[in-house]
């Protein structure tokens, strides 16, 4: 068995199992983008859960593990080699977890990068984007009274759903037949931005075809549901 002594989250977050991978998160639209991977793959892990709206991943022990103190992080007590692996940014677990378990990844080289491009867009584009909406348009930033950076995050938005339609057209998924870490990545963001965020008439999601429809398929599957409540919130 692995000592994850070493790591001082341990410290703070006491590992039940620690020959379970650890996950640190909280269910946002990055925290069950590897809760869902989890959940799909049947990987055996721990959570923990951190209490943003404390500040708990400002703490040392958190920073310790992540010193961007953005939740999700992992230890894996099996890493590569059989040494434990600390891991930090949302798709960069995507993709170790992928790789790790030889799920959620096409096989063939040409389009494994292009599942891993997919990736990147999101979080490139997807997450901060539609993260700037929920900003300006449901928290602090709708008393702003100059509107102009809500409309730029609006238009932004409607544009890359546009490019996820696009893609989508002809395709269960966003690589066709093959449920994969791209789809992952992108489904709690879509979710949260009509949701949560209570932007779908800001974004004009109804007049969308294939996006809504995507979610929908991921939101039945069950692993998905199951992922969107780990951790479980203070």
């Given at each position: 068995?692995?000592?994850l002594s070493d790591f001082p989250i341990t410290a703070r977050w006491p590992a039940k199992h620690p020959e379970r991978l650890q996950l640190y998160s909280l269910p946002t639209p990055n925290g069950v983008k590897v809760s869902i991977a989890l959940e799909e793959t049947g990987l055996p892990y721990e959570a923990h859960a951190i209490d943003i709206g404390k500040n708990e991943s400002w703490t040392p022990e958190f920073l310790s593990l992540n010193p961007n103190g953005k939740i999700p992080a992992i230890i894996d007590p099996h890493g590569p080699g059989g040494r434990p692996l600390a891991l930090f940014e949302s798709g960069a677990i995507l993709v170790y977890l992928a790789d790790k378990t030889g799920q959620l990844m096409p096989t063939d080289p040409a389009r494994r990068y292009e599942t891993l491009q997919w990736v990147f867009f999101q979080m490139a584009f997807i997450g901060?984007?539609?993260?700037?909406v929920g900003y300006f348009?449901?928290?602090?930033?709708?008393?702003?009274?100059?509107?102009r950076p809500l409309e730029r995050y609006q238009n932004e938005s409607k544009r890359l759903l546009g490019v996820m339609e696009a893609r989508l057209d002809g395709r269960t998924w966003i690589m066709g037949d093959d449920y994969t870490v791209a789809d992952i990545s992108m489904l709690g963001w879509v979710r949260n931005l009509i949701g949560?965020?209570?932007?779908?008439?800001?974004?004009?999601y109804d007049k969308l075809k294939h996006v809504p429809a995507w979610l929908e398929r991921g939101l039945a599957r069950p692993a998905v549901q199951r992922g969107l409540t780990i951790p479980q919130r203070p």
């Open positions: 068995m692995s000592d901060p984007m539609f993260g700037q348009h449901k928290f602090a930033g709708k008393e702003i009274a100059d509107k949560f965020y209570g932007a779908g008439e800001l974004v004009e």
